[in-house]
């Protein structure tokens, strides 16, 4: 993979990653101001919302020190030894942005359940069924592991 690769799908990662870290702040916020009939739900949601916008953030905020390391290394020419910063900065971009999704993807079954036991059920199958997809495309299809 060339550098202009990793640059470009850091890019596209930072990107996606800051929205759906505010996503999951919005989903923070919403979790929040439910009833508190649930407590022990409501808490493990908000901390797995919480989690989510965290890692997400930390996946943006990654995406574009790898971004800023290329431009840096583009200047200095060619050999600059840039490359193992950028590579590093991909690696946690990503780490990050599937442990944040995964988190997101929690607190949205979990918060289903604060609101009825039927929707609890339906977020968290739906929930739990798109991270085993997300799971089984990056075992077998991506081949990432």
Do not use: N, Y
């Amino acid at each position: 993979m060339q550098l202009t690769d990793l640059v470009e799908i850091l890019r596209q990662l930072a990107f996606i990653s800051a929205v759906l870290a505010g996503f999951s702040v919005t989903l923070f916020i919403g979790v929040m101001q439910m009833d508190k009939e649930c407590k022990r739900i409501v808490l493990w949601a908000a901390g797995m919302s919480l989690a989510g916008a965290t890692l997400l953030t930390v996946s943006t905020v990654a995406g574009v020190g790898g971004i800023v390391a290329s431009a840096i290394g583009s200047g200095a020419g060619p050999g600059a030894g840039l490359q193992v910063p950028v590579f590093g900065a991909f690696q946690w971009s990503v780490w990050s942005f599937l442990l944040g999704t995964f988190s997101f993807l929690v607190s949205l079954g979990l918060s289903g359940r604060a609101h009825s036991r039927t929707l609890g059920w339906v977020s968290g199958i739906v929930s739990g069924v798109t991270i085993l997809g997300v799971l089984v495309f990056l075992l077998f299809v991506v081949d990432a592991f």
